[in-house]
């Protein structure tokens, strides 16, 4: 079954340095994996999607993902974080078990930027 | 153009009661799914809806049942209301419709907040 474990449940950093949160995966399949951000009291927002077609995915406001089979990872990154960035971060992965496209979410990172 | 609306945003009942959430999809989008998000959790996925039926369904209890309108909108119902259904619930869309690629992207809504007293 699919599933996806954030490695990190907090991460604090200071407003210009880089970001990394870090995602694990588990699938059977070649798997369709997203980041998603949630910011306070509203609904998620599509950053980027991996569909197997480059492993380097380029996503919204200079957030990128890389793809690595061989350690089911999938981490997020941003080579300079902004305050506005300051918000819950979901790794999710859709369930390719039966037909339809639930996605199955990690339980979040909630990443603080400090100035 | 208008993106997933989600209405009412903020709904107070009682153990017991019955409830009905309502969400409109995005413009051109077929399909709709439903999720909970418990505080401090992420979003599990109850069912979702494609040509007015349940194509796949989580892992939730019966109490929890849905509809699709011809327009593709969607209700969500929740009965016998217990404690432990206080959350925020999300609805998303998508379209590909019959091509279900795993791969399409969800659009979600700001969600209800329902809180059970």
């Known amino acids: 079954a699919q599933s996806v474990t954030q490695l990190d449940s907090h991460v604090s950093v200071s407003e210009g340095t880089p970001v990394l949160l870090r995602c694990n995966y588990s699938?059977?399949?070649?798997?369709?994996l997203f980041w998603y951000v949630q910011h306070p009291n509203k609904g998620l927002q599509l950053l980027l999607k991996?569909?197997?077609?480059?492993?380097l995915v380029k996503g919204i406001n200079g957030f990128e993902a890389e793809f690595k089979k061989s350690e089911t990872s999938f981490h997020l990154t941003k080579p300079s974080a902004h305050m506005s960035d300051a918000a819950e971060y979901f790794c999710?992965?859709?369930?390719?078990?039966?037909?339809?496209?639930?996605?199955?979410f990690g339980k979040g990172t909630t990443l603080s930027v400090s100035s | 153009d208008a993106g997933v609306t989600q209405s009412p945003t903020h709904l107070i009942k009682t153990r017991g009661q019955q409830v009905t959430l309502r969400c409109s999809p995005k413009?051109?989008?077929?399909?709709v799914s439903w999720y909970q998000q418990a505080l401090g959790q992420g979003p599990q996925f109850i069912f979702q809806?494609?040509?007015?039926?349940?194509?796949q369904r989580g892992n939730f209890p019966d109490r929890f049942s849905g509809h699709q309108f011809p327009n593709y909108s969607s209700e969500l119902n929740v009965n016998a209301l217990l404690l432990g259904d206080s959350a925020l619930y999300l609805c998303?869309?998508?379209?590909?419709?019959?091509?279900?690629?795993?791969?399409?992207?969800?659009?979600f809504g700001d969600g209800t907040r329902l809180s059970i007293l």
């Open positions: 998303a869309s998508s379209s590909g419709g019959a091509y279900y690629y795993s791969n399409q992207p969800q659009h």
């Open positions: 699938s059977s399949y070649s798997p369709s």
């Open positions: 991996y569909t197997s077609a480059a492993t």
């Open positions: 999710v992965v859709s369930d390719e078990r039966q037909a339809g496209t639930a996605l199955i």
């Open positions: 413009s051109g989008h077929d399909t």
């Open positions: 809806y494609y040509e007015e039926e349940e194509r």
